[in-house]
């Protein structure tokens, strides 16, 4: 008997829907491509001809409208209306591991004339047995889902109450092999330097808002950027401020898996991840103001005289081109909406820093009180660390002392403060075991401390003049000790230096004169807060 050839118009239509439930599956032996190949096998064999591949790499858990692929494959239908299509795919599993959405997903093809045929079960529609073994089999497929998501926690939960991160790595951190620990967080340089600079600069104080922050970490090539423009969400840069990991230690509270201690390297001390949650607990989180910029590294902090108000300024357009001006813009202000060039407000205060770079001849002598400051604070260093041993103890006992009310309670409420009260005390105790640990410095600080600050003290303009927008503010926080005030007429005022400039200027104006002094008060940081000098 002849075999009747088929007309184009009159052979079967199909679809082929593939589905893997993570990206590293795709190159596995179960992958989409295999998927594809077995598939086109099945539809040739049928004598259908194969129209479009609609492949999905993500799971959606068991909402076939959260998977991509699906989604498309359903809105193919919807523009090809009248033609009734086959849906092929691999296995029932790929098909909806979830019963529920199984069944919708089947009226969903229905209602679009599609039928779904499967390479590994016979579907039939027609017969209540039928019905049910399929209903049986897309359960079964249900509970093979929980029971491996179950699994996959139960052993994700387990090693994050060992100390191990589990979860994507934060920015600054990546995952390494370790011959002990197995998967383990190394830091990720160069942006492991760049996230330790800006949350020791907040901790600090050197960045006083999220908003600096966020300009500091846009303005490092290396660090990745969330929007095209080059810009950083605030939200990640809040994310990062709050993220414990960066301190050494772990917590997922949805787990009730309290704070501790991580196998990974941290990035900062807990006492700096300490106070940089106070800092966001401080106030609102100010927005970032777009007119801040290296055009005007003065704005803010030079002050009008007439009225001791931060000038700001703008870009005023002339007739060939625009023209930088600061200005008051204080109502009721003498000089309000009075502008100053850029280049007079800026070369006066590049003369004033100028003057402030002492000469060499003075070094030697401040590298003495450095090394003398520095032996005296090491010996008061052996004392305080005996005394936050005991700070220790007495904490770790008041912790002892609240568990054992804590067994006794019966009230939630009291349950409740007991266990809010244990958590401050832990963390006390980790910022004390800290301290106890790094309060003595190890040997070569001394002179990584002093070239620093020696480095900062002799050349102030060179480093403002070469540094970034969040240098320059660094310096002037460092090197006057309030905001500089300006007079139209008469120029820059009497500025008010930080302690150690004012030490240095001494020494300068008494012509080489070496002064007998007993002792110095200097600041707590950068420099020694105490300097002895008897041998002057």
Request: hydrophobic share 35%; proline share 5%; aromatic share 10%.
């Amino acid at each position: 008997m002849e075999k009747v050839k088929l007309q184009p118009e009159m052979v079967p239509k199909a679809l082929i829907y593939c589905r893997v439930s993570s990206t590293r599956q795709k190159t596995e032996g179960g992958g989409l491509e295999s998927q594809e190949h077995r598939c086109r096998q099945y539809a040739s064999s049928k004598g259908y001809d194969v129209e479009a591949v609609f492949p999905d790499d993500a799971s959606g858990g068991g909402d076939f409208m959260k998977r991509p692929g699906m989604v498309a494959l359903l809105s193919f239908l919807d523009a090809q209306p009248g033609k009734n299509y086959v849906i092929i795919f691999d296995d029932l599993k790929r098909f909806a591991r979830d019963t529920e959405f199984h069944i919708k997903l089947r009226r969903e093809f229905q209602k679009r004339g599609a039928r779904i045929e499967c390479l590994n079960f016979k579907l039939d529609d027609e017969t209540p047995e039928g019905k049910f073994i399929e209903t049986i089999i897309a359960a079964q497929g249900e509970l093979e889902r929980e029971q491996n998501r179950r699994q996959v926690i139960q052993k994700m939960r387990a090693r994050v109450e060992k100390g191990y991160w589990v979860f994507h790595a934060p920015v600054g951190y990546r995952y390494a092999s370790d011959r002990i620990h197995g998967k383990l967080m190394v830091h990720d340089e160069p942006l492991a330097s760049i996230v330790r600079e800006a949350l020791e600069s907040y901790a600090m104080g050197r960045f006083r808002s999220q908003a600096e922050v966020k300009r500091f970490l846009e303005g490092k090539p290396d660090f990745p950027k969330d929007l095209p423009n080059g810009e950083v969400r605030l939200w990640k840069v809040t994310k990062m401020l709050k993220q414990p990991i960066y301190a050494g230690y772990i917590e997922v509270p949805n787990w009730n898996i309290s704070l501790r201690k991580g196998h990974h390297e941290p990035l900062i001390s807990f006492e700096s991840y300490t106070r940089i949650q106070e800092n966001l607990d401080a106030g609102a989180r100010p927005a970032a103001r777009k007119d801040i910029n290296a055009d005007f590294p003065l704005r803010g902090f030079v002050h009008c005289d007439d009225c001791g108000k931060p000038m700001t300024a703008a870009w005023s357009k002339g007739c060939r081109k625009h023209y930088a001006y600061y200005l008051c813009d204080t109502r009721g202000c003498e000089s309000k909406r009075k502008s100053i060039p850029r280049a007079k407000i800026e070369d006066g205060f590049s003369e004033v820093l100028k003057r402030m770079q002492p000469s060499k001849s003075f070094f030697a002598l401040a590298k003495r009180m450095f090394i003398d400051a520095w032996e005296m604070r090491l010996a008061e260093a052996h004392s305080a660390k005996q005394t936050l041993v005991k700070q220790l103890k007495d904490v770790e006992a008041q912790i002892e002392g609240v568990l054992d009310r804590l067994v006794e309670a019966n009230s939630p409420s009291v349950v409740s403060a007991y266990e809010k009260r244990i958590e401050r005390l832990e963390r006390d105790k980790i910022i004390l075991a800290e301290r106890v640990e790094n309060y003595i410095p190890p040997k070569g600080r001394l002179e990584e401390f002093i070239e620093l600050s020696l480095q900062f003290l002799s050349r102030p303009w060179d480093i403002y003049e070469n540094g970034s927008l969040a240098v320059k503010h660094t310096v002037l926080r460092l090197a006057f000790s309030e905001p500089l005030r300006y007079s139209r007429e008469n120029g820059y005022r009497t500025t008010e230096t930080t302690f150690p400039f004012k030490v240095l200027a001494g020494f300068n104006n008494q012509n080489d004169e070496m002064v007998l002094l007993e002792r110095f008060e200097l600041s707590a940081s950068p420099l020694p807060r105490e300097c002895s000098t008897p041998e002057l």
